[in-house]
């Protein structure tokens, strides 16, 4: 019989990256997400051969102390969560603390940042076994994170990635979601040296607008609706609009993208009578709901969602989506707020 023994860190983490990092998009997602919830006002991507090669992430958030860069990239150490009552509160989009180290488990990462009021940044890098002590580094303010050769201890996994342009064009995808629920946010994506999205901070609306295209924010029906507990707002694409594929699905859970039967389910009834069946509905919603009925605790990736009322919610959407695909079609002004 095998004895039985604690696997060494790095495996543990090159285990848990196997859900967590899947390719360079949902390395880029975990890493925008803690962009985000450091409060970063400015956001650039800059990609390197579909993310494979580099993914650089700058940001101008809170930024991260010397003493503790190390931590945040160790697993299981977060700034977002220290009790099970906070677990059940969840603000941020972060909260399991194993992303970073997730990814440094498999790739070469450098960490770079300064907070308010130091002289000068401080870096650190990472490269399986290997961690650097903290250096002096330039960086005019918050954080860039820069994860280099994705997968190139583990040939295995490596061999999964698929071409540049399939890899990029995840990476994109992952941009969008994460542009669509922060409208307030500016964000740049370059891929290998060329600017491909400028966001400007703009309202939601405008935001919709410049990431699913001018059409959809002119032609789409409003949708704001409130209940006692829970708002649902943003842009359902009009029957005449639809698509012959999915991809133009975004719900936000507090500004979390989620993919979610229950909702899926709520939309396509409410599109029912008016959508041919090879059809299929677009659209950009927002639902703010209190983060106490809602557990994000589901899956590593977080982009499954519990809800404590489900079928209030269904019944809340179904009536929200078919209100305003009743109401008579008309042009919307997007150079309104
Ligand atoms: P989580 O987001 O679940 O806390 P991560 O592994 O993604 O776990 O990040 C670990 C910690 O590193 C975070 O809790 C946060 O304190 C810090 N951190 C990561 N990225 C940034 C960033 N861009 N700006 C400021 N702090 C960051
Ligand atoms: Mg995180």
Known sequence: MPTIKPLPELLINQIAAGEVVERPASALKEILENSIDAGAKKITVQLQQGGVKQIRVTDDGSGIAKDELLLALTRHSTSKISTLEDLHRITSLGFRGEALASIAAVSRLTLTSRQAGQNHAWQI???????????????????????????????????????????????????????????????????????????????????????????????????????????????????????????????????????????????????????????????????????????????????????????????????????ALATPSRTMNTAEP
Do not use: W
């Open 125 to 323: 890098g990472i490269e399986g076994k290997a961690v650097s002590q903290p250096e002096p580094a330039a960086l005019a303010g918050g954080t860039m994170l820069d994860v280099n050769d994705m997968y190139f201890n583990i040939p295995a996994r490596r061999k999964f990635l698929k071409s540049e342009a399939t890899e990029f064009a995840h990476c994109d995808e992952t941009f969008k979601r994460l542009a669509l629920s922060q409208a307030g946010i500016e964000f740049v994506l370059q891929h290998n040296g060329t600017v491909r999205r400028l966001l400007r901070a703009t309202s939601s609306t405008q935001r919709i607008a410049a990431v699913l295209g001018e059409e959809f924010g002119q032609t789409a029906a409003p949708v704001d609706e409130q209940s006692a507990d829970m708002r649902l707002h943003g842009l359902v694409a009009l029957p005449a609009y639809a698509r012959s594929s999915r991809d133009a699905q975004y719900f936000f859970v507090n500004n979390r993208f989620v993919s979610d039967k229950l909702i899926s389910h709520a939309l396509r009834e409410a599109y029912r009578d008016v959508l041919h069946l090879d059809k299929h509905p677009a659209f950009a919603l927002f639902l703010e709901i209190d983060p106490e009925s809602v557990d994000v605790n589901v899956h590593p990736t977080k982009t499954e969602v519990r809800f404590r009322e489900a079928r209030a919610l269904h019944q809340f959407i179904f009536h929200a989506i078919n209100k």
